[in-house]
């Protein structure tokens, strides 16, 4: 089932929806077609053509959050790369393939310290470089950290697998 990209009234992507979900707010008069690209749904009886990018008839506000901070988070953003030694998962530490699951969330300000879970002070360590630092500062441990960890960019929308044509003039690609 292809899915149909959802523009706010400003022309803004939000989201992209489901057929049956533009087909909805379609007969409801909630959106307008914008382009003339289109695909056909098929019921028992009907088929109608559904256009692959619809836009709202009233602007709505979207408030920007910023990330939730969670451990998988920090490791998906530093790229299962140690911020410290720069290693990343699949190549070898000491003889073994380091895998995903071998990384860890270090605090450049250790919790015992005052330091708490935030984007600017947990960045993604490998074991050997998190149990050297343990429970020091970085500069106190002797280990400068690559790259200084910053709060993630949001508000953009992730869209997978062939993107239509008709969704690219709408999206930054």
């Known amino acids: 089932m292809s899915a149909v990209l959802l523009l706010n009234a400003s022309y803004e992507p939000l989201s992209v929806i489901p057929q049956r979900r533009a087909m909805s707010l379609l007969m409801r008069g909630r959106v307008d077609a914008v382009t003339d690209d289109t695909v056909e749904v098929r019921g028992a009886s009907n088929s109608w053509n559904v256009p692959r990018v619809v836009r709202l008839r009233r602007y709505i506000n979207v408030p920007r959050r910023g990330a939730r901070w969670s451990r998988q988070a920090v490791l998906q953003r530093d790229g ?86 008709s969704w690219k003039i709408y999206l930054e690609i």
């Open 80 to 165: 299962y790369r140690c911020i410290y030694c720069g290693i990343e998962a699949g190549e070898k530490q000491r003889g073994l393939a380091l895998t995903k699951r071998d990384f860890t969330v270090d605090h450049l300000i250790p919790r015992s310290k005052g330091g708490k879970n935030t984007w600017g002070n947990t960045a993604c360590a490998c074991p050997v470089c998190n149990n050297r630092k343990g429970n020091r500062m970085p500069h106190e441990a002797g280990m400068p950290p690559l790259w200084e960890p910053k709060t993630p960019r949001v508000g953009y929308l992730v869209a997978s697998g062939e993107i239509p044509a």
